[in-house]
């Protein structure tokens, strides 16, 4: 991809890895781009201003409370000037400070104030990177959508060994091309294409109880359907989360119902209705155990236990068949092992919804549990089939499919 006409704001913090913040900046600028430099007071004792600005060929933003800097550019427009917001070195210091929204220098605020997507490149010794507490603020700050790249694991300048060493230049560059490549706005509540739309969202897998300590359940993750539900936040939608027992933070922005069984599932999703769109990303279990036991199921010398099954409530099939409330776009999955399309569009008739999204989870696929998803978009207007991508990268262009269909009024 190339970076021609791309504004990089580039805040360089105060650790020893800042010298290849200078080598990014040529990177940059080789493919393009143009890069605003922020450099911190701790990174100025690393690489002087006189070096990044002959580099960047513009000079340096230094100071959140200088006459002459305001005068030229503000920071809240400094903020938003740029396309995305990369900071290398991303030190503990600079990630506490944004994972707790402290604004006390230039570049705290800027991270505070920009409504752009931010990408940070972490170093810092081995022991400060696995700290509770710079976890806790990684953890933080990408449940608040903040992207990193690395740390990678290698000697350190201070003779340690172990994950804290900031990736090299062109990783960032590989980095800050796929932010780039998906809209890196992100709206206020209330703004974005999907503002004042409500969406309901099933993910993660049911459990269904055989007795008070076992169940039955699947190897869903949760991470499409919460994915969806990040990146439906981010533009602009009331967003209900109805999860099944995950493992996964709840994404912020979003209203998160927990539940474990379908009937509860469906029980949530009927009470945050009506909504515009309702998508059913949650792998439910098609059965529960009928005669599950009140107490502990006790191993016995008269044979085994038998189960006896009923069958759940469909949710998807619910929302779909409703007269009054039926959501305007209702989409479903189908997670199967084979002939994926020709399940997907029995499904899609089947169950009345508008959109099926299949995809293939054969075990070798790796897509369960997995970070990648490969989905093929079944409506009655045909199919279409996307590349393998990061779950997040499916969510957000979902959500871009899902914007176009309220603008144009008309079936996904
Ligand atoms: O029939 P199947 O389980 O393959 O259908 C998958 C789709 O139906 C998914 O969107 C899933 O969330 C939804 N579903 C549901 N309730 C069920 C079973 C499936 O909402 N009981």
């Known amino acids: 991809m190339s970076l021609t006409g791309k504004r990089v704001l580039l805040i360089i913090g105060g650790g020893i890895a800042a010298y290849k913040a200078l080598d990014l900046i040529r990177r940059l600028r ?33 100071d959140l409370f200088s006459l002459t800097e305001e005068a030229s550019m503000g920071h809240i427009e400094l903020s938003r000037a740029a396309d995305l917001v990369v900071v290398v070195p991303a030190t503990a210091d600079l990630i506490a400070k944004a994972a707790n929204g402290l604004a006390n220098d230039l570049a705290s605020t800027l991270l505070l104030a920009t409504d752009k997507k931010v990408l940070m490149a972490p170093a810092m ?68 294409p999907l503002a004042g739309r409500k969406i309901i969202i099933t993910s993660g897998p049911t459990h269904e109880p055989i007795d008070p300590v076992r169940y039955i359940a699947n190897r869903s993750s949760g991470q499409q359907g919460h994915a969806i539900a990040k990146a439906a936040a981010r533009a602009g939608a009331r967003v209900v989360l109805v999860s099944g027992p995950v493992a996964i933070p709840d994404p912020s922005g979003v209203t998160t119902h927990h539940v474990e069984t379908a009937r509860e599932m469906l029980a949530a999703v009927e009470a945050a209705l009506p909504a515009d769109i309702f998508i059913g990303a949650a792998a439910v279990a098609d059965w529960r155990v009928e005669n599950a036991g009140a107490q502990k199921m006790k191993k016995s010398t008269s044979g085994m236990p038998s189960l006896q099954f009923a069958e759940n409530p469909d949710i998807l099939a619910s929302v779909s068949a409703k007269s009054k409330d039926r959501p305007a776009l209702v989409v479903g999955f189908a997670a199967e092992t084979e002939n994926v399309i020709a ?70």
Request: glycine share 10%; aromatic share 4%.
């Open 30 to 62: 080789e493919r393009g781009a143009s890069v605003l430099p922020v450099l911190t007071a701790a990174g100025k004792q690393f690489v002087t201003p006189l070096s990044v600005a002959s580099l960047a060929g513009v000079s340096v933003h230094e």
């Open 343 to 412: 399940y997907a569009q029995d499904k899609l008739a089947r169950k009345k919804c508008d959109l099926i999204i299949a995809n293939d989870v054969s075990p070798e696929r790796g897509v369960m549990g997995g970070s990648k998803n490969e989905v093929h978009l079944v409506s009655k207007s045909g199919v279409e089939s996307w590349p393998l991508l990061d779950k997040d990268e499916v969510a957000r262009r979902l959500v871009d499919t899902f914007s176009a269909h309220f603008k144009k009024g008309g079936v996904a």
């Open 125 to 192: 010794n081995v022991r400060m990177w696995l700290h509770a507490a710079t976890q806790r603020n990684v953890a933080q700050l990408e449940r608040d959508g903040v992207l990193f790249v690395g740390p990678a694991d290698g000697e350190m300048a201070c003779g340690e060994f172990g994950p804290g060493r900031m990736v090299e230049p062109l990783d960032i560059v590989a980095a800050i091309e796929k932010a780039l490549a998906s809209s890196t706005v992100i709206p206020l509540p209330g703004n974005g």
